[in-house]
């Protein structure tokens, strides 16, 4: 680790019990290189979801070597925000598109889906596979939306019991 990612992460710690997700925002809007982002990640995602970071990485070799391009960095930082809004929530499946797009999918079977590509501005474009309550078909749900909105929406259409929960701090800040 760089004298720089020992720094940023001995600050961190020494404040991290008490960040808000506003306060995660603005820590990851000020940094500007990957490796930094990732090591913010780290510290910010319990030991229990640091396959996030596995994965990342894996994905981050395997575009320089096929696209030698590089990945979004406000891709990057748009899903680890929305993900930190989530508590608890099943592995999903991360990918990257040839753009450097971050993406997520968790599925159950064809009628309980989501699929989430993560674009700058902390923006999201998403889509929702529910069952219908009236006939054989899926509901399709799809739109672009900010992260912190979407995860407040999942909360209000109480679709995240098909994959996730949400964290305890969003819900206390974002009541009404």
Known sequence: MSKQNSKIKKSYQTILPDLTIDEIKNNL???????DIIE?????????KHYLFERIIELKELFEN???????LESLKSMLLFLFCLNQFNQPTITLNDLGIFQTRWKKD?????????????????????PSEN????IILNESMNVLDFAGYLLKINCQYLIL?????????NKN
Not at 66 to 72: F, L, R, T, V, Y
Not at 165 to 173: F, I, M, Q, R
Request: proline share 2%; hydrophobic share 30%; charged share 20%.
């Open 110 to 130: 064809r009628y309980n889906l989501l699929t989430t590509s993560f674009i700058k501005n902390w923006s999201l474009n998403y889509v929702i596979f529910l």
């Open 66 to 72: 096929e696209e030698n391009g590089d990945i979004s």
């Open 40 to 48: 913010f990640g780290k510290i910010v995602f319990p030991n229990s």
């Open 165 to 173: 929960t949400l964290n305890n701090n969003y819900a206390k800040e």
């Open 29 to 35: 809007s000020n940094l500007s290189n990957y490796h």
């Open 135 to 138: 006939n054989s078909d899926r």
